[in-house]
C-alpha cells in the first residue's frame, strides 16, 4: 500500500471539487421552546451560492492538519456513513449538527451549520469523496425602495431577519475531512475565533488533534525553502540571488513572527522586481511547501529548533575563504557585486573584527 500523502490538495485537485449533497440546519440560540436547531430537509442553492461555497471549500483546502483521536470516534463514525451512506445523508447531517449544538457551552451566535459531501478527481476517472462542515452567523442585513412623495425621492429601508453574508468573514468555522487513508491528514480546519489552533468546543466536536507540533512544521517549511533554492537553475534567478538569499530570509521569517502565514512566507523569501517572474518563482515555490505539508498551516514558528546546519549560510571562495552567518545577506551587511571576468567582490560591513582562535 502506497504512503500516505503528505500535503493537501493539489491545484487541479481542488479546482475539481464539486457539490454532491448539500444541506444547512438553522440554529437559533434564543428561539422559545429552547429548540435550538431547527431541521430543514432540503436546500436548494442557486449558481451563485455554490460558487460561493466551493470557494471558501477551496480556502479550507489547504487549512491547519489535524488527525482524529483513537478515543474520539464520534464525528468520524458519523462522517464515513455520509460518504458510504448517501441514503441517509439528511438524517446523519441531524446528528452532527446537533451534536455541534450541544457542545457550544457559552452563548451561541445564531446562523447555520453547513453539511456537505463533495467529490473531486483524484486521478483519471476516479472520484474521492470528501465531507465539509460550515458554521455561518447570521448577519443583519437591509434591503431598500424608494417612492415619490410631495416631490421627493423617499427612501424606505426595511431588515432582513434572516439573512446569510456570502463573504468569508461569514464563516465562523469549517472543516474538510477524509475518511480514507489517502492523506496523512484526517481533518483540514479553520476557526475565526482562534489566531492559531481551534476553540476547545470546536476541537472536541471534531475529535481531533494537531498531526504536526510547531517544530516540525517549522522545520518542514525551512528545509523546503533550502532544498527549492538548491534546485533552481542560476539563469533563472533574479539577480543578486542564490540558494543563501532564500534562505536567509527563511530564516528571519521564522524569527521575526509570531504566526506562520503561507502568503505572508512566500513573499518575504521571494524577492523580484519582476512580477512575471516572482510569480513564477512563487507559484513552484508554493508546490514544494505543499508537498511538505506546510501550504495552509498555521502554527508558532520555533526557529530554535532548527539545527545549526539548516541555520547557517555559507559561502566558499575559490581561495579557501570560508564565510558563514545567519540570516540573510542584508541583514549581516553583507553584499556580493559581480566584476570583470566573472569574478564576484564580496563587501561585509561591520561593527567590530574580531580574530578567532
Same mark, same amino acid.
Not at 182 to 194: I, M
Given at each position: ?46 449558481? =451563485? ?24 470516534? #464520534? ?8 460518504? /458510504?451512506? $448517501? ?11 446537533? !451534536? ?28 474521492? =469523496? ?8 447570521? *448577519?443583519?442585513?437591509? $434591503? ?6 410631495? &416631490? ?6 426595511? /431588515? ?17 475531512? !477524509? ?16 489566531? @492559531?489552533?481551534?476553540? +476547545? ?13 510547531? $517544530? %516540525?512544521?517549522?522545520? $518542514?517549511? #525551512? ?25 536567509? *530570509? ?6 521575526? #513572527? ?16 519582476? +512580477? ?14 505543499? /508537498? ?30 570560508? @564565510? ?7 541583514? %549581516? ?7 570583470? &571576468? &566573472? ?15
Amino acid at each position: 500500500m502506497p504512503s500516505s500523502i503528505e500535503g493537501v490538495l493539489s491545484d487541479t485537485q481542488r479546482e475539481s471539487l464539486e457539490i454532491v449533497e448539500f444541506i444547512f440546519h438553522i440554529i437559533q440560540p434564543d428561539a422559545d421552546g429552547n429548540q435550538e436547531v431547527v431541521f430543514l430537509d432540503e436546500v436548494q442553492l442557486q449558481s =451563485k451560492q455554490k460558487t460561493f461555497f466551493l470557494d471558501r471549500l477551496r480556502d479550507v483546502a489547504e487549512g491547519t492538519q489535524y488527525v482524529f483521536k483513537p478515543d474520539s470516534v #464520534h464525528l468520524k463514525e458519523k462522517c464515513e456513513q455520509l460518504v /458510504e451512506q $448517501s441514503g441517509r445523508f439528511t438524517e446523519l447531517s441531524r446528528h452532527i449538527t446537533s !451534536d455541534f449544538a450541544e457542545r457550544h457551552k457559552g452563548q451561541m451566535a445564531a446562523g447555520v451549520f453547513v453539511v456537505a459531501t463533495v467529490k473531486y478527481l483524484a486521478a483519471a476517472n476516479d472520484w474521492k =469523496k470528501l465531507v465539509f462542515l460550515v458554521k455561518m452567523d447570521k *448577519r443583519p442585513s437591509f $434591503s431598500y425602495s424608494y417612492k415619490e412623495l410631495e &416631490g421627493k425621492r423617499v427612501a424606505v429601508v426595511e /431588515e432582513i431577519e434572516n439573512s446569510l453574508n456570502e463573504t468569508k468573514s461569514a464563516i465562523q468555522k469549517c472543516a474538510l475531512i !477524509d475518511v480514507s487513508d489517502r492523506f496523512a491528514w484526517d481533518v483540514l480546519a479553520f476557526d475565526r475565533t482562534k489566531r @492559531i489552533g481551534l476553540s +476547545d468546543y470546536f476541537r472536541g466536536f471534531l475529535g481531533v488533534t494537531e498531526r504536526q507540533q510547531d $517544530s %516540525v512544521l517549522t522545520r $518542514s517549511a #525551512h528545509s523546503a525553502v533550502r532544498q527549492w533554492a538548491k534546485k533552481l537553475p542560476k539563469d533563472d534567478l533574479p539577480p543578486g540571488e542564490d540558494a543563501n538569499t532564500y534562505a536567509g *530570509r527563511s530564516l528571519n521569517y521564522l524569527n521575526d #513572527h509570531d504566526i506562520f502565514d503561507t502568503e505572508a512566507y512566500l513573499n518575504a523569501v521571494v524577492r523580484d522586481d519582476d +512580477d512575471r517572474r516572482k510569480s513564477e518563482l512563487i507559484n513552484d515555490l508554493r508546490q514544494q511547501l505543499a /508537498e511538505a505539508g506546510v501550504v495552509g498551516q498555521r502554527f508558532k514558528p520555533k526557529p530554535d529548533s532548527l539545527p545549526q546546519k539548516a541555520r547557517k549560510q555559507i559561502y566558499q571562495t575559490a581561495e579557501g575563504v570560508v @564565510i558563514t552567518y545567519e540570516g540573510d545577506n542584508e541583514a %549581516v551587511g553583507i553584499t556580493i557585486e559581480n566584476v570583470e &571576468g &566573472g569574478r564576484k567582490l564580496i563587501k561585509i560591513l561591520t561593527n567590530r573584527l574580531e580574530t578567532k582562535d
